[in-house]
């Protein structure tokens, strides 16, 4: 049976992850849905599924079709050969369920197969199996959730940490979508009055003065603002961060990761060269995940597998978030800092001076302070054999993303990049707007900036959406959900 089917198909797909488990569940949704579900269940009580008082639970034993209908009941060989499993069965009527549809649920025992039989007997029923999303896109195409609810529902399920799933049940319940359709509204009520004014021009009728739509869009202009400027913190706590130990052989880097995760991941040896190849740890620091990337020591060397480590360390250190560039004390000491490090250093490095338990504190300080004043970068003493300064590390680090004050019940926070790019588009056509007031143009091409000014909002919500944005953000998700 094909894939892609129209929006009045019944449509089936198992709910639950893939795996045993105590329970699994194979969900149905759609016109047919109650029908299809009867010829796959059999009531305990022998009471018709339609009948049955809507979302309720009730035993039933689950049936493989096509199967025999028997004269009197369920035979013997209906026992041994079309019985799938017991469970429980819920009915719950449209409106009243998740995408708004008709829908029945077979809550079964979690065993693969037992699971994949029942889905296949709903497709043999008359069902067809459910696309990525597709019973979120329903919830959304049926007014059950706006687009930003919609994407939310992924968001709770990939939610990384205590913060991110806070951020993402404020989104599910609709926090996000009714601030961006509060700033809508009022984009598109002082377009209306523009619009007006456009239209009655000749009787000399002004709806809003330019001095009033400047205040207005300027109000707007710095709400979305605030909103982008929480887009970092966001996007760190819905993805995590990608932190990645860079430097020479023997600074300590495999020591740093093991000391920072508490565990002996990494192989530490006085042999240079140790690690070939990227290791990575995922931690959890202040809300924030984060996945250290342990890499090779950066040096010159004819060693061909040691030569791939350090590319493979390169291109970590290019795509990670944050790169601490690891030093080692005793060597700046004799022979200064390596030469490798200035060219490297940028806003996304931090530099770590590690073995500092070497120096008397005096000197370390001392040392630290000239150190900052080469480099014009801030740098961060730690030993690892002590474990002084581990935790001002990781202080440092997740102040890049996370503010002192931030919580996750502070305002709309932003995780999305499709909606940061939304409101990006909305305020530099609101910027547009203003500047065009300042030069006196006519009235007219303040209503196009405007009009595209609140489609870009639009977007975030889903009333001004295309369908190929639709396809790919559905695409995201599993079958099922």
Not at 17 to 39: L, M, Q, W, Y
Not at 244 to 256: D, E, F, R, T, Y
Not at 270 to 296: F, K, Q, S, Y
Request: aromatic content about 4%.
């Amino acid at each position: 049976m094909p894939i892609d089917g129209s929006p009045d198909d019944t449509i089936c797909a198992i709910a639950t992850p893939v795996g045993e488990g105590g329970i699994g569940i194979i969900r149905i949704s759609g016109p047919n849905a109650a029908d299809i579900a009867s010829k796959v269940a059999r009531l305990r009580t022998s009471e018709s599924l339609g009948a049955l008082p809507t979302h309720t639970l009730h035993l039933a034993d689950i049936v493989s079709f096509p199967h025999p209908e028997p004269a009197g009941g369920v035979s013997q060989a209906m026992t041994r050969e079309h019985i799938i499993d017991e469970g429980l069965v819920v009915y719950m009527k449209g409106p009243r369920s998740f995408t708004a549809e008709d829908v029945v649920e077979f809550h079964c025992h979690g065993s693969t197969t037992v699971l994949r039989r029942v889905c296949e007997s709903c497709i043999a029923a008359g069902a067809r199996l459910a696309q990525p999303g597709e019973f979120t896109k329903r919830a959304f195409l049926n007014g059950r959730l706006d687009l930003s609810q919609a994407e939310a529902v992924l968001d709770t399920i990939k939610a990384k940490s205590e913060f991110a799933l806070a951020i993402a049940h404020r989104q599910l319940r609709g926090d996000l979508g009714r601030y961006v359709q509060e700033l809508r509204t009022a984009l598109l009520s002082l377009l209306a009055r523009i619009e007006a004014g456009i239209d009655f021009s000749d009787e000399d009728i002004s709806f809003v003065t330019r001095g009033e739509i400047r205040t207005s869009l300027e109000a707007i202009a710095n709400q979305i603002q605030q909103v982008l400027d929480t887009a970092q913190t966001g996007r760190a706590l819905r993805d995590g961060i990608r932190v990645v130990l860079a430097g020479p052989p023997n600074v300590g880097k495999s020591s740093l990761l093991n000391s920072l995760i508490r565990d002996n991941r990494a192989i530490v040896t006085d042999v240079p060269g140790t690690t070939r190849d990227l290791i990575e740890e995922a931690v959890i620091w202040n809300g924030l995940p984060i996945t250290l990337v342990d890499t090779a020591g950066l040096r010159e060397t004819v060693d061909v597998v040691e030569q791939e480590g350090i590319k493979r360390s390169k291109d970590a250190q290019a795509q990670g978030d944050l790169t601490l560039q690891v030093v080692d004390a005793v060597e700046v000491q004799k022979t200064g800092v390596p030469a490798f490090v200035f060219p490297l250093l940028e806003a996304k490095h931090l530099v770590v001076l590690n073995k500092i338990d070497v120096l008397t504190p005096v000197a370390m300080q001392s040392f630290c302070h000239d150190l900052e004043e080469r480099l014009r970068q801030r740098i961060l003493p730690v030993s690892t054999k002590t474990g002084e300064g581990l935790e001002e590390l990781k202080t440092a680090i997740t102040s890049r993303f996370l503010t002192e004050s931030f919580e996750s019940n502070d305002g709309v926070v932003i995780t999305n990049v499709r909606h940061r790019v939304a409101l990006d588009q909305a305020i530099t056509a609101i910027k547009l707007t203003l500047s065009s007031i300042e030069r006196d143009a006519q009235i007219e091409l303040l209503s196009v900036d405007l009009r595209d000014a609140a489609d870009a909002l639009g977007e975030i919500i889903g009333s001004v959406t295309p369908d190929d944005v639709l396809e790919r953000i559905f695409s995201d998700f599993c079958i099922g959900k």
